[in-house]
């Protein structure tokens, strides 16, 4: 599916009727993956505040253990599932 053509006659670009399925695909999932990234944060800092790692849960750029952010891939798997 082409979103863009160019009229040869005119050489001016023209776009498809369809270009709105870009806008209704791209919006959504980037609002969902942006959603999702920010919950697995979240979730990574509580776990790691909860393990005694991590101190100011306030810090932004705290490391977040690998083990954690497995934990939390797995536990989203099994609730997808």
Do not use: C
Request: hydrophobic content about 50%; cysteine-free.
């Amino acid at each position: 599916m082409q979103f863009f053509s160019i009229d040869p006659t005119t050489h001016q670009v023209l776009v498809s009727y369809n270009f709105w399925i870009y806008f209704a695909l791209s919006l959504p999932l980037t609002a969902l993956t942006i959603m999702a990234w920010k919950w697995i944060t979240q979730r990574a800092l509580a776990l790691e505040q909860d393990q005694g790692n991590l101190e100011d849960p306030s810090f932004i750029n705290a490391k977040l253990s690998t083990t954690t952010i497995h934990e939390i891939s797995q536990s989203l798997a099994e609730a997808l599932v």
